[in-house]
């Protein structure tokens, strides 16, 4: 059974309402069983439970935090036993969107509150996908007539935008749909970045890859749209033709492993199966570790820049140079580097710069 659990983010009046509804209809043609996770807000504004009639908005964020992941946990005890091979778990809204909501003492005492961490919030979902306000870059639009619980004026959805996309960053599948074409070439492009996820038709990975000088990595931690990622991939014994990996993804104090098996297509192009495993079979499937590779320990910045994710990574072995990546939907698409790196000349479809061939011994 596949079961996947996705998140809408993003600011006020970004179209997360008819998302669901096109999710739902577009997934369900597709075989998948959609079940659709409401959002949490709306739901405890409208039973009278409110910012304005908590005792201090922290402890409104806490019920919302607390009554979402409720939800979340029956929506995927739901999906264990209904039948069918495909089900998708949609959620308007994920639980990190409180960390755009609280200072940072606040967010923390919520946390601890709910013995959580940051980390572990942000991976509690398979995939997430950003659709940006209205309020920036299709002002015109930008309405509050259509949901009671929606009050920001469009300056203060815009900034409340920036900070969920600063919450959300760092997570191992991030994608951030804006405001480039009209609002149904919008979802379009969302349907399309989930069908990619999904590995809907074909499971294809599709990246350019650039050799950098190495980065400033102080300004990239202070950079608020960068996470710092702590990554270890160990490849596995497979067949010619074949790589097997495995990786450990650290940050904020939580970590995710995923199994991915790939296959080359083209320079940009592989076929790609990934899914995410518990520790308990990662530590298993260590024994199968190919002993002519080595362990590959690397740092991560994952930066948003122009609403696009890129990956830099920074190992210990290297120290005049690093690795940026970006995944795209398309060959073809144009990509424009963020401006603070220096690029010494892209390397995609160089083998030497992958990084199963940095692992050789």
Same mark, same amino acid.
């Given at each position: 059974m596949q079961i996947a659990k996705i998140v809408l983010t993003g600011g006020p009046c970004a179209g997360k309402s008819t998302s669901m509804r096109r999710i739902r209809d577009a997934f369900t043609a597709l075989g998948y069983n959609v079940l659709l996770v409401s959002e949490t807000a709306t739901e405890l504004i409208d039973g009278g439970v409110a910012p304005w009639t908590c005792r201090s908005r922290a402890d409104f964020q806490n019920c919302r935090m607390r009554l979402q992941l409720e939800k979340e946990a029956v929506y995927g005890q739901a999906a264990e036993v209904i039948p069918g091979e495909k089900t998708l778990i949609v959620c308007d809204r994920g639980t990190l969107d409180n960390r755009a909501?609280?200072? !940072?003492?606040? $967010?923390?005492?919520?946390?601890? !509150?709910l013995g959580k961490t940051e980390g572990e919030l942000r991976n509690g979902y398979d995939a997430v996908f950003h659709l940006v306000t209205a309020a920036k870059g299709?002002?015109?639009?930008?309405?509050?007539?259509?949901?009671?619980?929606?009050?920001e004026t469009a300056a203060e959805a815009a900034r409340l935008d920036d900070r969920l996309l600063a919450a959300w960053i760092g997570h191992p599948h991030f994608r951030v749909i804006d405001n480039s074409t009209d609002f149904e070439g919008k979802m379009e492009r969302l349907l399309a970045e989930i069908r990619a996820f999904l590995g809907e038709p074909e499971p294809f990975e599709i990246e350019r890859k650039f050799l950098i000088e190495y980065p400033d990595v102080r300004a990239l931690e202070r950079d608020p749209y960068c996470r710092r990622v702590e990554i270890s991939q160990t490849y596995l014994n497979a067949p010619a033709g074949e790589e097997r990996r495995l990786r450990k993804w650290s940050a904020d104090g939580g970590s995710?492993? $995923?199994l991915t098996v790939k296959r080359a297509v083209s320079g940009a192009k592989r076929v790609e199966r990934e899914r995410r495993i518990a520790e308990d079979e990662y530590l298993r499937l260590l024994s199968d570790a190919d002993a002519t590779k080595r362990q590959i320990c690397k740092t991560r910045y994952c930066l948003l820049s122009g609403n696009r994710c890129f990956e830099i990574d920074v190992y210990p072995f290297w120290q005049d140079k690093a690795i940026a990546e970006i995944e795209l939907l398309d060959e073809r698409e144009a990509v424009t580097l963020p401006a603070q790196l220096r690029v010494i000349r892209e390397v995609t479809g160089d083998e030497r710069y992958r990084n199963a061939s940095l692992a050789a011994l």
């Amino acid at each position: 059974m596949q079961i996947a659990k996705i998140v809408l983010t993003g600011g006020p009046c970004a179209g997360k309402s008819t998302s669901m509804r096109r999710i739902r209809d577009a997934f369900t043609a597709l075989g998948y069983n959609v079940l659709l996770v409401s959002e949490t807000a709306t739901e405890l504004i409208d039973g009278g439970v409110a910012p304005w009639t908590c005792r201090s908005r922290a402890d409104f964020q806490n019920c919302r935090m607390r009554l979402q992941l409720e939800k979340e946990a029956v929506y995927g005890q739901a999906a264990e036993v209904i039948p069918g091979e495909k089900t998708l778990i949609v959620c308007d809204r994920g639980t990190l969107d409180n960390r755009a909501y609280l200072t !940072d003492a606040e $967010f923390s005492r919520v946390l601890a !509150d709910l013995g959580k961490t940051e980390g572990e919030l942000r991976n509690g979902y398979d995939a997430v996908f950003h659709l940006v306000t209205a309020a920036k870059g299709a002002e015109e639009f930008y309405t509050t007539k259509n949901n009671p619980a929606r009050v920001e004026t469009a300056a203060e959805a815009a900034r409340l935008d920036d900070r969920l996309l600063a919450a959300w960053i760092g997570h191992p599948h991030f994608r951030v749909i804006d405001n480039s074409t009209d609002f149904e070439g919008k979802m379009e492009r969302l349907l399309a970045e989930i069908r990619a996820f999904l590995g809907e038709p074909e499971p294809f990975e599709i990246e350019r890859k650039f050799l950098i000088e190495y980065p400033d990595v102080r300004a990239l931690e202070r950079d608020p749209y960068c996470r710092r990622v702590e990554i270890s991939q160990t490849y596995l014994n497979a067949p010619a033709g074949e790589e097997r990996r495995l990786r450990k993804w650290s940050a904020d104090g939580g970590s995710v492993c $995923f199994l991915t098996v790939k296959r080359a297509v083209s320079g940009a192009k592989r076929v790609e199966r990934e899914r995410r495993i518990a520790e308990d079979e990662y530590l298993r499937l260590l024994s199968d570790a190919d002993a002519t590779k080595r362990q590959i320990c690397k740092t991560r910045y994952c930066l948003l820049s122009g609403n696009r994710c890129f990956e830099i990574d920074v190992y210990p072995f290297w120290q005049d140079k690093a690795i940026a990546e970006i995944e795209l939907l398309d060959e073809r698409e144009a990509v424009t580097l963020p401006a603070q790196l220096r690029v010494i000349r892209e390397v995609t479809g160089d083998e030497r710069y992958r990084n199963a061939s940095l692992a050789a011994l």
